[in-house]
């Protein structure tokens, strides 16, 4: 693919997609995975992959679900899913000055995963939550990451735990060929529905940007404005698909299950009718919280400390810590859970980007009638 995105996503971006961080659905809050698109919008439902699990923030016991998320089990008893969906943040729309600003509920006891593709029952797959780990940052973007240890270990007739990406950069094309990934999510299948709650699948969905990946770079003037610690992909989640893993598709079509990152948020179509885009924040950026988190969990679970906890020494350079890099200034969007008794409506996407557009749109016009009229060249706006 080109470097940066598509013409065609870029502008959809810009003009219509809508998000909002830590949100559920309930109150106004529909949680799309982050915010993407997918039922897994235009997915199927998915009853073979039982390391994707649904996130339930509950009040009284499984399947009894006010919020709504998605996330993967990387080990026996260690899923990782959005931060937002345990955290509530200062901002909904803008990295540059977006923090955490308290939990979302008293206790880790409060949540509960199921392996079970139907999140609203009450009996098949569920597993308590004991703690939850978050990375030592206020930054929002490119940190919306939380990992939820459970108090019991899920046996491996149950679920085969996936393998988190980070020994090597997202960048690294020998270790992760593809440039598309298979994202899983519990979401909702078309915004404005009640849909979520069920286990959706879509394979082949392209990878749009990577900052710093040679091939697929992002263009700060386009749709991407999250952080170095984030990655861009086309339409296939939405709400309540936050935390969904995406997968990297040549090991997925293999039958190898490599998590690139966790789902953080996304858009809304101008037409209201269709999620669009998602962006990740990537497991590569938090290699040694990850594997330190994982450790623990083994040690809780008293079980061997799974492979990817030993990190190669030549994975190259050190974290790439979401918070130690410079966030653009231009509003982004964050995620949300479905909350299903309380929820907020997405608000505008990028707006600022959208007068900036605007704006640089208006120049180049009014440029290009001064050339026709002096028949030369003149600077850029």
């Given at each position: 693919m080109r470097r940066?995105?598509?013409?065609?996503?870029?502008?959809?971006?810009?003009?219509?997609?809508?998000?909002?961080?830590?949100?559920?659905?309930?109150?106004?809050?529909?949680?799309?995975?982050g915010s993407a698109a997918s039922a897994i919008q235009g997915g199927d439902v998915d009853a073979a992959h039982p390391f994707a699990v649904g996130v339930c923030g509950v009040a009284a016991g499984p399947g009894q679900c006010q919020l709504v998320c998605s996330g993967t089990l990387i080990a026996p008893n260690l899923v990782v899913t959005a931060r937002h969906c345990v955290d509530d943040s200062t901002s909904q729309t803008d990295c540059a000055t977006a923090t955490w600003s308290g939990h979302r509920y008293t206790s880790a006891d409060q949540y509960y995963v199921t392996t079970s593709k139907d999140l609203y029952q009450a009996t098949t797959g569920w597993h308590r939550v004991a703690a939850i780990r978050t990375p030592e940052t206020t930054s929002l973007c490119g940190a919306d990451l939380a990992l939820l240890i459970l108090q019991d270990t899920v046996a491996s007739t149950e679920a085969t735990p996936a393998?988190?990406?980070?020994?090597?950069?997202?960048?690294?094309?020998?270790?992760?060929?593809?440039?598309?990934?298979?994202?899983?999510?519990?979401?909702?299948?078309?915004?404005?529905?009640?849909?979520?709650?069920?286990?959706?699948?879509?394979?082949?969905?392209?990878?749009?940007?990577i900052p710093g990946d040679t091939a697929i770079d992002c263009d700060p003037k386009l749709a991407f404005a999250g952080s170095a610690g984030e990655f861009l992909v086309g339409d296939a989640t939405c709400d309540g698909d936050s935390g969904g893993g995406a997968f990297e598709q040549a090991a997925f079509t293999a039958g190898s299950f490599v998590v690139l990152g966790?789902?953080?948020?996304?858009?809304?179509?101008?037409?209201?009718?269709?999620?669009?885009?998602?962006?990740?924040?990537?497991?590569?950026?938090?290699?040694?919280?990850?594997?330190?988190?994982?450790?623990?969990?083994?040690?809780?679970?008293?079980?061997?400390?799974?492979?990817?906890?030993?990190?190669?020494?030549?994975?190259?350079?050190?974290?790439?810590?979401?918070?130690?890099?410079?966030s653009p200034s231009t509003p982004s969007t964050h995620g949300c859970a479905v909350v299903r008794y309380s929820s907020v409506p997405y608000q505008p996407f990028a707006l600022g980007m959208l007068l900036w557009c605007l704006r640089r749109w208006n120049c180049t016009r009014k440029?290009?009638?001064?050339?026709?009229?002096?028949?030369?060249?003149?600077?850029?706006?």
């Amino acid at each position: 693919m080109r470097r940066g995105v598509t013409a065609a996503l870029a502008i959809a971006a810009i003009f219509g997609a809508a998000t909002i961080p830590g949100c559920g659905r309930g109150d106004p809050i529909d949680e799309r995975v982050g915010s993407a698109a997918s039922a897994i919008q235009g997915g199927d439902v998915d009853a073979a992959h039982p390391f994707a699990v649904g996130v339930c923030g509950v009040a009284a016991g499984p399947g009894q679900c006010q919020l709504v998320c998605s996330g993967t089990l990387i080990a026996p008893n260690l899923v990782v899913t959005a931060r937002h969906c345990v955290d509530d943040s200062t901002s909904q729309t803008d990295c540059a000055t977006a923090t955490w600003s308290g939990h979302r509920y008293t206790s880790a006891d409060q949540y509960y995963v199921t392996t079970s593709k139907d999140l609203y029952q009450a009996t098949t797959g569920w597993h308590r939550v004991a703690a939850i780990r978050t990375p030592e940052t206020t930054s929002l973007c490119g940190a919306d990451l939380a990992l939820l240890i459970l108090q019991d270990t899920v046996a491996s007739t149950e679920a085969t735990p996936a393998t988190p990406a980070i020994a090597y950069p997202l960048t690294d094309r020998a270790h992760y060929p593809s440039l598309a990934e298979t994202a899983i999510g519990y979401g909702i299948t078309q915004p404005g529905t009640n849909t979520e709650g069920t286990r959706h699948i879509r394979t082949g969905v392209a990878i749009q940007c990577i900052p710093g990946d040679t091939a697929i770079d992002c263009d700060p003037k386009l749709a991407f404005a999250g952080s170095a610690g984030e990655f861009l992909v086309g339409d296939a989640t939405c709400d309540g698909d936050s935390g969904g893993g995406a997968f990297e598709q040549a090991a997925f079509t293999a039958g190898s299950f490599v998590v690139l990152g966790a789902l953080s948020r996304g858009g809304v179509s101008v037409d209201g009718k269709s999620c669009i885009g998602g962006v990740y924040t990537r497991f590569d950026g938090w290699r040694s919280f990850i594997a330190g988190v994982g450790v623990e969990a083994a040690q809780r679970g008293a079980y061997p400390s799974p492979a990817w906890t030993t990190l190669p020494a030549d994975a190259g350079a050190a974290d790439a810590a979401p918070d130690a890099n410079t966030s653009p200034s231009t509003p982004s969007t964050h995620g949300c859970a479905v909350v299903r008794y309380s929820s907020v409506p997405y608000q505008p996407f990028a707006l600022g980007m959208l007068l900036w557009c605007l704006r640089r749109w208006n120049c180049t016009r009014k440029r290009t009638q001064f050339r026709r009229a002096v028949g030369k060249k003149t600077g850029y706006c």
